[in-house]
């Protein structure tokens, strides 16, 4: 296969496009192309309109938010798998945060006019834009309640337990992403995550690695 | 005109159903009933699969999570015109939150199997259901950069300002929530609350009434 067919074949597992269809992935990936970014590489900036909606084949791309004194911080972090931002593209409305890649990412681009058009007259291509937004609201409450009700130690926890949960109980948790976006990530500073990583071990709830931590019993973490 | 026929006349010109379209607000408003709920009545439980899609006609309900330990929160507070929870009716999953009635509300409801019967052939509804999604997604960005990034009044000065734009260019805010779910809204205590209202009063961007507050000038509330 040439690497855009082994691409294109990738993706059509996805379950967005799954519920999207045949039709519809042809007629997207067409007109998309594909790129290897380097970490630090930012895919849109806060305040700038959607030009095309990015599906992360590889790597992991933050969501990078700016307040008006000038400070930021990590809403999200997305990995394989994941496509965005559909709110901005589906709304057509300035992105609410920027997209820097958090580790190396290979990421798809289709246009965001073609998707507009294409979601206006199919019916499965709604049904699947429905569900992603639906899936990434819910990721956002809950998120809301972890930095309401949880403290750090809850947060670190519940955040290497999810790795855990994507990789399909792999109990080697690769943390890849830099220290600081995962601390902003999880609403505290690097020296809280450090600590409540060293407090988890303590506890022989996880092992730090190298590159992230070992996991004996993904149901001591809170899962 | 009915009750009945006063509601339908209201919802028909929510952007929602402007986007669903005529034939979808037949369909789903002669499946639906309206109730009006006392202050502290339950909508749903956090965790039950939904039976009825929610539509607040009056009023405003919050969203309350529980966590493990048992504390509880609100996630968000909605008010007249939205419609709670699309993400769990399109999914047919249990609810994340519990919803209940901060102030007297009236609710339409709809069947959450109708509902979903109708968005699986019915592209306008799809493409409603996708732009709601998008912008309940928005206010949750928002208010996870709100928490990680902005101080206690500054965040207080913004929640007031958003209900000042929500009721159109209205000097006086109404704040018929209780004090202790609006600062679980905006993740302080209701003494933290008080203080940055009191802040905010003593800088001259609002003046505290029995009720709310007023403002003269909505752009020193950071808009």
Same mark, same amino acid.
């Given at each position: ?26 007629? =997207?990936? +067409?007109? %998309?192309?594909?790129?290897? &970014?380097?970490?630090? *590489? ?17 790597? !992991?791309?933050?969501?990078?938010? $700016?307040?008006?004194?000038?400070? !930021? ?11 965005? &931002?559909?709110? #901005? ?9 920027? +997209? ?15 998707? !507009?058009?294409?979601? +206006? $007259? %199919? ?9 992603? =937004? ?15 009700? /949880? ?5 670190? @926890? ?11 109980? *792999?109990?080697?948790?690769? =943390?890849?992403? %830099? $220290?600081?976006?995962?601390?902003? !990530? ?8 450090? /600590?409540?990583?060293?407090? =988890? ?11 992230? #931590?070992?996991?004996?019993? $993904?149901? @001591?973490?809170?899962?």
């Amino acid at each position: 296969m040439t690497p855009t067919n082994r691409h294109a074949a990738q993706i059509e597992h996805w379950p967005f496009f799954q519920t999207a269809g045949a039709t519809v992935i042809t007629e =997207l990936l +067409a007109a %998309s192309f594909t790129q290897l &970014l380097p970490r630090n *590489a930012v895919l849109f900036e806060q305040g700038e309109e959607p030009q095309v909606l990015h599906l992360l084949l590889e790597g !992991r791309i933050g969501l990078q938010a $700016r307040a008006e004194a000038g400070t !930021r911080t990590i809403v999200e972090i997305f990995g394989p798998g994941e496509i965005v &931002l559909l709110p #901005a593209v589906v709304l057509s409305l300035p992105y609410l945060a920027s +997209a820097v890649v958090l580790t190396e990412a290979r990421v798809t681009m289709i246009p965001a006019q073609l998707f !507009r058009d294409t979601l +206006a $007259r %199919s019916l499965p291509l709604a049904h699947a834009t429905a569900e992603l =937004l639906a899936r990434h609201w819910r990721l956002m409450v809950d998120q809301v309640v972890d930095l309401k009700l /949880r403290d750090a130690e809850q947060r670190v @926890a519940r955040f290497v337990g999810r790795r855990v949960s994507e990789e399909e109980g *792999a109990a080697n948790v690769i =943390l890849s992403e %830099s $220290r600081s976006a995962i601390a902003a !990530r999880l609403g505290m500073t690097p020296e809280t995550l450090s /600590r409540a990583l060293a407090a =988890l071990e303590a506890k022989g709830k996880l092992r730090r690695t190298p590159d992230g #931590a070992t996991i004996a019993d $993904r149901t @001591a973490l809170g899962f």
